[in-house]
């Protein structure tokens, strides 16, 4: 594998957890499951420009939609064909910071995949994609996207509202208190909640269960056993059951389901629905 990213610059970097291009080879299974982050992404298939899309429920059929896509943030897993990880770049952007590039509400593109000529234009995208194959080498196919982030900045930021929910949300997502967040910003419920859906995509309580997620992904991917009622007490979760319930609703697995199919990707997990695995 062939994976070069980095960390844009600021004012970028705000907004852009990384910017990456990948060159991989050919996978021994067909589709794989996508966990959610909490986050958007740009995806841009260079192989050929076309996405296939998934329905969880029935995977082994799909329809075809365009090979730059916005990726909503997700409230639950996705299925993406391997073959199309082979030749690919994209933009991973942190909580609510599409909303710096994207005019459209970040809750009305959740759970979705947008043809990205439909929000930044046709030929902005046809000279994105031409730009990056007329180029080899990763780093100047990275200065191609950066360039295009920077053209693409909008003068409007996030609320602070928003800002402050999601530094205090983050920097402890396993006791993250909303009604807390919501005492301190100086909004009403309602308004505030309004505003964190529009710029992040969920509510706010959605918002740190998926990050409380994430974070017990990221310890099970550190090593190899893993005791997972531990690590559930560890992240918060008020017993065993709870914890597989959550676990389920975000990535149709049980957490020993996500342990046999787990990639080097934390949130990549082989699809084995024929292999017997949960969904």
């Known amino acids: 594998m062939n994976y070069s990213s980095r960390v844009p610059p600021p004012p ?16 021994p299974h067909a589709l794989e499951r996508v966990l959610p982050t909490g986050a958007a992404q740009v995806i841009i298939n260079l192989k050929e420009d076309q996405t296939r899309l998934y329905d969880p429920a029935s995977p082994h059929w799909y329809v075809s939609t365009a090979g730059t896509i916005l990726t909503g943030a997700q409230s639950r897993f996705q299925i993406i064909d391997t073959s ?15 909303a710096a590039f994207i005019r459209s509400p970040a809750d009305e593109t959740r759970d979705a995949d947008t043809p990205l ?20 080498d990763p780093q100047a196919q ?14 409007t930021a996030l609320h602070p509202a928003v800002v402050f929910a ?23 419920p309602k308004r505030f909640i309004e505003r964190f859906k ?35 007490l560890e992240c918060g979760y008020y ?30 997990v082989k699809f084995l629905q024929s292999a017997g695995v949960a969904v």
Request: aromatic share 10%; with cysteine.
């Open 239 to 268: 017993d065993q059951a709870h914890f597989i319930h959550e676990f389920r609703a975000f990535s149709g697995l049980t957490p020993t389901g996500y342990q046999a199919a787990r990639t080097v990707f934390q949130n990549h």
């Open 142 to 155: 990275l200065d191609v996207i950066e360039h295009l982030l920077r053209t693409m900045l909008r003068s």
């Open 166 to 188: 999601l530094n205090v949300f983050d920097c402890d997502p396993l006791t993250a208190n909303v009604g807390l967040v919501t005492d301190t910003i100086g909004l009403s």
């Open 117 to 136: 000529d439909c929000l930044w234009g046709r030929a902005r995208i046809a000279e994105l994609r031409e730009q990056l194959l007329e180029r080899n």
């Open 12 to 27: 970028l970097d705000a907004f852009v957890a990384s910017i990456w291009v990948c060159r991989d080879e050919v996978r």
């Open 84 to 98: 199309e990880q082979e030749y690919v770049a994209g933009v991973n952007f942190k909580p609510g910071g599409s």
């Open 198 to 232: 529009e710029q992040v995509g969920f509510s706010p309580k959605r918002y740190c269960r998926i990050r409380r997620f994430q974070h017990a992904l990221r310890l099970a991917h550190q090593g190899g056993f893993v005791d997972w009622p531990e690590l559930a």
